[in-house]
């Protein structure tokens, strides 16, 4: 058997103008429950976005608990737009609430972009 493998490698010159938006936020229902938030993630700029999505009940200004969390997210040149899907921790009824959608990217690969919506169902 031939094995190829294809490892991406990523080099970034210069300063960044690379920033990110959020859209198209749709909770994905099955038995009256929402199991899954669906959205768009949107880069513009000359670099890629790497980073880290959580979704967050909030009370008024405060952040409760985390109720969706999903590591590694990437969204590399030339793409500009990717659809993420991030599985809550329990299936849930999330009419009526807040919560908070926070995209951070990670510092470690040369990104600051902290893209956060707050959202009610």
């Known amino acids: 058997p031939v094995l190829k493998l294809a490892i991406p490698v990523i080099v970034r010159k210069g300063a960044s103008t690379t920033t990110a938006s959020i859209s198209d936020i749709q ?3 099955q038995n009256e429950q929402v199991e899954e938030l669906h959205f768009s993630l949107h880069r513009q700029g000359n670099f890629s976005l790497y980073g880290n999505v959580e979704l967050y009940e909030k009370n008024g200004e405060q ?3 985390r109720i969706g969390f999903i590591r590694g997210i990437a969204l590399y040149t030339p ?3 990717r659809l993420v899907k991030v599985r809550l921790s329990q299936a849930a009824s999330l009419t009526g609430k807040e919560y908070l959608l ?3 990217e990670d510092e470690k ?3 600051s972009n902290v893209i956060e919506q707050t ?3």
């Open 63 to 65: 952040l409760g608990s």
């Open 79 to 81: 793409t500009l737009k």
């Open 27 to 29: 909770p994905i229902v």
């Open 109 to 111: 690969f040369g990104g």
């Open 102 to 104: 926070r995209f951070t």
């Open 119 to 121: 959202i009610t169902f």
